[in-house]
């Protein structure tokens, strides 16, 4: 069993990293098939939370996400509602786990699907996101916990699948006030029904294997454990056997698709996202994936991405391809500040 | 009897306070209760890479882990 359930998780890591480059070769931005932190500043842009022309669609995957793991949790009757540890604190931790992602240009998988298509800004990017994860690490044997959740009433479980409904026939039916960018990362995208449909295939296989692109780490580091780790090890060989099959491999620091060669920026952003990420109990992908399995205090994880998001990108926090911008910066130092402060003062005295 | 109450607490906190028990405790069984499939999976995969054995059982709001050292 031990065994089957290993291999189960390599497999989906090297399909789900195929998907993302091939994504790519259907349409996405470059070395963006998935990320999630740009999904979920592109869905914030075409709702109007923030204004800035070339980050605005409604992105199909992050739907598919959660209505996959909805469907796979109902299906192997692992859906449960349940919420109430610590909510605030997971609302602005997602939303500096958001800026984080950000200043990078990048969740934890674009890092690795950068990395997979020759950007080796990523290098800095993966390197921070582990000094991140081992600082989370220090705070849980401290005996940091975000404090029990507790069962609560089946409907507050589907309020993020109904969300995501929702905006699916925005995607499908846009009316007046969605905005959709005419050029940009925005508007270089795959079908919708393309997007739906991968985000549905992730979202039931990130739902069985518990990936996640940041426990993948913190448990190699906290208990030794590689078995979500084949998770990460296999999104990226996937990746990258794809990309060198497509011919989307092409190496180096400079000139690489909505990307920016800031070495320190790169690297303190992921370290917050990095810390943020095991404060939560993992990655952005793994939160919208628990978002749809009932996980209330997930799902204000997500509405935390999305408000993260539109800060970023109304306080020009978010970076540009020409690097990081000042208030960006000052915005990671108050987020690892932020997040330190967390991991200090809400461990449990014995 | 050793026993960790870590329901209501979410990846990787179970995990957590399950090393702390094992480790302040070496040799002694331990039982430990969660409230979730991810967290009986996690606890048990834990358990087993130390050479514990895990027997789960199912209780009303969740799982009761027994885990016991081997050749115990």
Redesign the interface.
């Known amino acids: 069993m031990?065994i089957s359930?290993r291999i189960m998780i390599i497999l989906a890591g090297l399909i789900f990293g195929a998907l993302g480059s091939l994504l790519v070769e259907w349409g996405n931005p470059g070395n963006m098939g998935i990320c999630v932190a740009c999904f979920y500043r592109d869905i914030a842009g075409a709702l109007g939370l923030h204004r800035v022309g070339v980050v605005q669609y409604i992105r199909p995957e992050i739907i598919g996400f959660v209505l996959g793991a909805f469907i796979s949790a109902y299906g192997f009757r692992?859906f449960?509602a349940?919420g109430g540890?610590s909510p605030m604190v997971r609302f602005f931790l997602g939303a500096f786990v958001m800026i984080g992602a950000l200043v990078f240009l990048g969740c934890p998988i674009r890092a690795l699907l950068r990395l997979a298509g020759g950007d080796l800004n990523g290098i800095t990017a993966v390197a921070g996101l582990i000094l991140g994860a081992v600082i989370g690490i220090l705070f849980?044997?401290q005996g940091f916990?975000?404090?029990?959740?507790?069962?609560t009433k089946r409907a507050n479980g589907w309020i993020m699948p109904v969300a995501m409904l929702a905006l699916l026939l925005l995607a499908i039916f846009p009316p007046g006030f969605i905005f959709e960018s005419e050029k940009g990362p925005g508007a270089t995208h795959v079908a919708l029904w393309i997007a739906l449909l991968a985000g549905l295939g992730g979202g039931i296989l990130v739902q069985r294997t518990?990936m996640c692109m940041v426990?993948g780490w913190?448990?190699l580091f906290?208990?030794k454990?590689t078995?979500l780790f084949g998770g990460i090890a296999g999104f990226f060989v996937g990746a990258l056997l794809l990309n060198l099959i497509l011919g989307h491999v092409s190496w180096g620091f400079e000139g690489q698709p909505v990307a920016h060669t800031n070495h320190l920026w790169n690297f303190l952003g992921m370290v917050l996202v990095g810390l943020g990420s095991v404060l939560l109990?993992?990655c952005p992908l793994r939160q919208t994936i628990?978002s749809g399995e009932g996980?209330t205090?997930a799902g204000i994880t997500v509405l935390g991405f999305f408000a993260g998001a539109a800060f970023a990108h109304n306080f020009l926090l978010a970076s540009t391809p020409d690097g990081p911008t000042d208030f960006g910066q000052v915005a990671v130092i108050v987020g690892l500040v932020f997040a330190a402060s967390v991991g200090f003062l809400m461990r449990d005295r014995t | 009897m050793i026993e960790v109450d870590a329901r209501g607490f979410s990846c990787p906190i179970p995990v957590v306070k399950t090393t702390q028990a094992l480790d302040g405790h070496p040799g002694k069984p331990v039982i430990v209760l969660v409230d979730s499939e991810v967290a009986r999976e996690n606890v048990s995969r834990l358990a087993r890479s130390r050479g514990y054995s895990v027997k789960v059982e199912q209780v009303l709001d969740g799982y009761r882990l027994q885990l016991a050292p081997a050749g115990k």
């Open positions: 031990a359930s692992e449960r349940r540890s849980l044997k916990n975000l404090g029990r959740s507790s069962a518990r426990g913190r448990d906290l208990i454990n078995h109990g993992g628990l996980d205090d």
